[in-house]
């Protein structure tokens, strides 16, 4: 891996969110509105008694949360659909460029997106709803870097499909994640769901992030049982899914579609 | 030997793309990768870069297994198509930018400099790619393939959408490198007179297969099966491309 080229790569999606509307959008716009209706939804159920400042705070939390989850793997699908679109792919693999110096520097360019539109939503969590994330971030940001993990997972196995079956499934990029919100018990704990569908969403990352999150945001206590349960889980569907990107790869350098995107 | 291509095929399935292709390259040498569509040039092509893996055979690149040394090849390899296309939304110095970087060019902004005055296309560096032509979009993709000064360029239809004051210009430029810095090239053009201007030596592909290669009065000769004293490629590459259409 050299520096130089994941550079290049940060370069080219930095430009793209400095001259594509869409991308600025897709980094402020959503996560502002998201906290918004979020927002007033806590100040109706605080006017009705229903539930107190706590349930505000895990529903403003988790709204956060899944807010970087979300985009951090929409956008690793659409960083790739952007050289897709742009007919790139070529010049960028006929150049001395690795999928994994690619992904990373897709990545860190993620990051800084995602804590662009996180910061915003934070901020107006904070002015509008009186909910202040700071003080519990310390411990929130081990559950934040298992959700982003998993969107990284998520985003490398999109990214796979769409390799394989082109833009007809681009659609993915921005309805995967949204799959599994049901039982990933973002705005409501694990107990909320029926018996059979738990064993399934305590098999997820985002499930055992929520859960720690409400229960720092309940008792200011961390969960390491959760981090590294979250954590192991992630380390398992990463390798699955770079296994997998990695055998649509070298099957579509086989197959010759690398040069018949479109 | 710049590059040596060893009995090169890819099959898809029951179709055979390219079939028992060799072809080598000595440094400085201009070679014409000719034919009708479908003969099996792009497909060629996208092997040497590793883009498509082949079925058998093997690419040796300054004496190195391509395979084995993609990474440490493609460093001094360059490549442009006029079918395949830049960021559309980033301006020309910013899609010149990123690949600089990428190939880890020295002084990058004085090498883009450079190339956008060789190129004639230094007015539209602050130009979004999607706003050019054909043309225009042709030469800044030139002007990326030459970024790193590589020692092999491939170019597919170098001058295609490029009236013939710039293809001249273009042909001067892919000349000069060649005396200059002993710049390789290989490529492949649907224009005839052209490719006998610039080639030293031609490669004919037909269905997948290599029909014959050598001078273009060589091939002029072997394939219209005649005593000629000069080259008249347009003739073979009619004659080549009528044998098709007669075929039952």
């Not at chain 1, 939390?61 to 985009?71: K, N, P, T």
């Not at chain 1, 309940?218 to 997998?244: D, E, H, K, T």
């Not at chain 2, 491939?154 to 810095?181: G, H, N």
């Amino acid at each position: 891996m050299k520096i130089h080229r994941i550079q290049a790569v940060m370069i080219r999606h930095l430009y793209e969110i400095r001259r594509n509307a869409d991308r600025i959008t897709d980094m402020v716009y959503w996560p502002i509105l998201d906290i918004i209706v979020w927002g007033f939804f806590t100040i109706y159920l605080a006017h009705g008694g229903r539930g107190g400042n706590r349930l505000a705070d895990f529903l403003l939390g988790a709204a956060i949360l899944w807010g970087m989850f979300y985009a951090f793997q929409r956008d690793l699908a659409v960083g790739f659909l952007d050289e897709l679109w742009s007919r790139n792919l070529i010049n960028l693999f006929s150049a001395p460029l690795d999928v994994t110096e690619y992904l990373c520097g897709l990545v860190v360019v993620n990051l800084i997106k995602v804590a662009a539109g996180a910061g915003c939503a934070s901020l107006i969590a904070w002015t509008c709803y009186a909910f202040d994330i700071l003080p519990a971030l310390p411990q929130l940001v081990p559950y934040m870097l298992n959700l982003m993990l998993f969107g990284l997972a998520l985003g490398v196995f999109t990214s796979g499909l769409i390799f394989r079956y082109t833009t007809k499934v681009q659609g993915l990029a921005w309805s995967f994640a949204g799959l599994l919100q049901p039982v990933s018990c973002v705005f409501y704990p694990l107990s909320a769901l029926p018996r059979p569908l738990r064993l399934v969403a305590s098999l997820l990352p985002t499930t055992q992030s929520f859960e720690g999150m409400r229960q720092v945001l309940a008792a200011g206590a961390f969960s390491p049982p959760r981090f590294w349960c979250a954590l192991a889980l992630n380390v398992m569907y990463f390798g699955a899914a770079a296994m997998f990107f990695r055998w649509i790869f070298e099957s579509a350098r086989r197959r010759g579609l690398l040069v018949k995107f479109e | 030997m710049v590059l040596e291509v060893k009995h090169l095929s890819k099959r898809y399935g029951a179709l055979t793309a390219v079939e028992d292709v060799s072809f080598s390259l000595a440094q400085g040498e201009i070679l014409g990768l000719l034919g009708p569509n479908g003969a099996g040039k792009s497909t060629t092509i996208h092997m040497l870069l590793g883009l498509i893996t082949p079925s058998a055979g093997e690419v040796r690149v300054f004496g190195l297994r391509f395979c084995d040394y993609r990474k440490h090849i493609l460093q001094l390899i360059n490549f442009t198509s006029p079918y395949v296309s830049l960021p559309l939304r980033l301006t020309v110095m910013e899609n010149l930018r990123v690949f600089a970087r990428l190939y880890n060019v020295e002084h990058p902004q004085k090498r883009i400099d450079e190339l956008l005055e060789l190129f004639g296309v230094g007015a539209l560096r602050n130009q979004p790619v999607a706003r050019l032509s054909s043309g225009e979009n042709t030469r800044v993709g030139l002007c990326k393939a030459m970024l790193n000064n590589p020692r092999l360029l491939l170019l597919d239809e170098p001058t295609a959408s490029l009236d013939p004051e710039i293809a001249w210009q273009v042909k001067q430029v892919l000349l000069q490198a060649q005396r200059e810095f002993g710049t390789t090239i290989l490529c492949t053009s649907h224009n005839m007179l052209e490719v006998e201007r610039l080639c030293n030596r031609i490669v004919f592909m037909h269905h997948g297969r290599v029909i014959a290669q050598g001078s273009p009065i060589e091939i002029t000769r072997a394939i219209l099966k005649e005593e000629r004293s000069e080259p008249a490629l347009e003739e073979v590459f009619l004659r080549v491309a009528r044998l098709e259409e007669s075929a039952p």
